[in-house]
T-cell receptor, first 111, second 112 residues
C-alpha cells in the first residue's frame, strides 16, 4: 500500500516568516494530495489540495507544489501569522478506498 | 446541513465496559471512516465502509467493531474497553476519493 512520510514533525517560525512542510509518497499511482489543518482541540479541516495534473496551486498565503518524478509534495505558508499555529497533515490517494496520511507537523508561529 | 456529527463528544469508561460511538452524515456520502488520534501518532484508520452494508478493517482494527446498516450512519463499538483505547476518535466521510474528507468534531474517550 501507499506510504506517506512527512517532515518535519515540529516547526517553529517567527511571525512573518515562511514555513515549508514536505511529504513524500511511495505509490506512483497516487494522483490526489490534500492538506489538512488541525487547530488545538478541533477537527482536521481541508485547506488546500492538488491533483497530479498540475505542479503548483496557490490560495492566498498558502501554496502546494507537487513533483511527480520525485514523488514529493510540499505545503508553503508565507507571511505566517499566529493563527497559522496548528498541526498540518498531508495525505495521498490513488482513488482507491482510503487516504494515506502523514504523521503531522506541529507548526508554532512565534509573535 | 450539519455535515458530519459525532456523538458523544466526551466519555469516560471503566475497563471492561462497552460503548458505541455514532457518526451521522447528511451529505449522502458513500465512504465513511473511523480514525483514532493519539499524541505523536497522527491519524490511524480503525475501520471503514465504502457503502451501506459494507465494512472493512483498517490499520488498527483490534478491539473495535463497526456497522453501517444505514448509509448515513457509521457506528463504532468497543465491546470491552481497555486503557489502550483512550484516544480521540474522529469520523470522516467523502463521496469520492477524488475529494477530501469531511471530519466530525471528534469524541474524546478515556478508559480508566
Amino acid at each position: 500500500g501507499e506510504n506517506v512520510e512527512q517532515h518535519p514533525s515540529t516547526l517553529s517560525v517567527q511571525e512573518g516568516d515562511s514555513a515549508v512542510i514536505k511529504c513524500t509518497y511511495s505509490d506512483s499511482a497516487s494522483n490526489y494530495f490534500p492538506w489538512y489543518k488541525q487547530e488545538l482541540g478541533k477537527r482536521p479541516q481541508l485547506i488546500i489540495d492538488i491533483r497530479s495534473n498540475v505542479g503548483e496551486k496557490k490560495d492566498q498565503r498558502i501554496a502546494v507544489t507537487l513533483n511527480k518524478t520525485a514523488k514529493h509534495f510540499s505545503l508553503h505558508i508565507t507571511e505566517t501569522q499566529p493563527e497559522d499555529s496548528a498541526v498540518y497533515f498531508c495525505a495521498a490517494s490513488w482513488g482507491g478506498n482510503q487516504f494515506y496520511f502523514g504523521t503531522g507537523t506541529s507548526l508554532t508561529v512565534i509573535p | 446541513n450539519a455535515g458530519v456529527t459525532q456523538t458523544p463528544k466526551f466519555r469516560v469508561l471503566k475497563t471492561g465496559q462497552s460503548m458505541t460511538l455514532l457518526c451521522a452524515q447528511d451529505m449522502n456520502h458513500e465512504y465513511m471512516y473511523w480514525y483514532r488520534q493519539d499524541p505523536g501518532m497522527g491519524l490511524r484508520l480503525i475501520h471503514y465502509s465504502v457503502g451501506e452494508g459494507t465494512t472493512a478493517k483498517g490499520e488498527v482494527p483490534d478491539g473495535y467493531n463497526v456497522s453501517r446498516l444505514k448509509k448515513q450512519n457509521f457506528l463504532l463499538g468497543l465491546e470491552s474497553a481497555a486503557p489502550s483505547q483512550t484516544s480521540v476518535y474522529f469520523c470522516a466521510s467523502t463521496d469520492s476519493l477524488r475529494y477530501g474528507y469531511t471530519f466530525g468534531s471528534g469524541t474524546r474517550l478515556t478508559v480508566v
